[in-house]
């Protein structure tokens, strides 16, 4: 029996053949430091979520489907957080591959060292559901979402130095 503090709302366990891959992108999405709980298993937790990875002796790469994890959807509150998390992904060369609209949100698509799908959710004013809403295309052109990202977090950052 392990010895740990009680998780937060949500615990994920993820089975793995490349726990090192594993354990520093999760650090990276979920902004939180690696404790390791025993020579198998490494957890990083955040406020809402603590995952944690396990090695295992006899995985090997599979289909994510293998795993019976085929995607993880997460919530990013605010524009900064979404930055930050975003930036800490491209250091370790992980870069959104999709984005998709879905009724009031915006989601960016990743895929974690196993090939589990990871979608970041962005609340945004712009994607809520209105009459022409069919009409748009699901699928969004990555760059154009991204761009979207650094200009509401320019808009941001120059609000904020106006004095009132």
Same mark, same amino acid.
């Given at each position: 029996?392990?010895?740990?503090?009680?998780?937060?709302?949500?615990?994920?366990?993820?089975?793995?053949?490349?726990?090192?891959?594993?354990?520093?992108?999760? +650090?990276?999405? !979920?902004?939180? #430091?690696?404790?390791?709980?025993?020579?198998?298993?490494?957890?990083?937790? %955040?406020? $809402?979520? *603590?995952?944690?990875?396990?090695?295992?002796?006899?995985?090997?790469?599979?289909?994510?489907?293998?795993?019976?994890?085929?995607?993880?959807?997460?919530?990013?509150?605010?524009?900064?957080?979404?930055?930050?998390?975003?930036?800490?992904?491209?250091?370790?060369?992980?870069?959104?591959?999709?984005?998709?609209?879905?009724?009031? +949100?915006?989601? !960016?698509?990743? #895929?974690?060292?196993?090939?589990?799908?990871?979608?970041?959710?962005?609340? %945004?004013? $712009?994607? *809520?559901?209105?009459?022409?809403?069919?009409?748009?295309?699901?699928?969004?052109?990555?760059?154009?979402?991204?761009?979207?990202?650094?200009?509401?977090?320019?808009?941001?950052?120059?609000?904020?130095?106006?004095?009132?």
């Amino acid at each position: 029996m392990n010895d740990v503090a009680a998780p937060p709302v949500v615990e994920l366990r993820l089975l793995t053949y490349r726990p090192k891959d594993m354990v520093a992108w999760w +650090a990276a999405l !979920l902004g939180g #430091r690696p404790q390791s709980l025993n020579s198998r298993m490494t957890a990083i937790t %955040s406020l $809402s979520l *603590r995952v944690v990875i396990e090695r295992s002796q006899i995985a090997f790469a599979y289909h994510p489907e293998a795993s019976g994890v085929t995607a993880v959807n997460l919530v990013l509150g605010d524009m900064p957080v979404v930055q930050r998390t975003l930036n800490r992904l491209a250091h370790l060369g992980s870069v959104p591959e999709r984005a998709t609209r879905e009724p009031g +949100a915006i989601a !960016l698509w990743l #895929r974690d060292p196993n090939g589990t799908d990871v979608a970041l959710y962005l609340p %945004s004013p $712009s994607a *809520r559901p209105t009459a022409e809403a069919d009409a748009l295309p699901k699928e969004l052109h990555v760059s154009p979402v991204l761009a979207q990202i650094a200009g509401e977090i320019r808009h941001m950052s120059s609000t904020e130095r106006t004095p009132d």
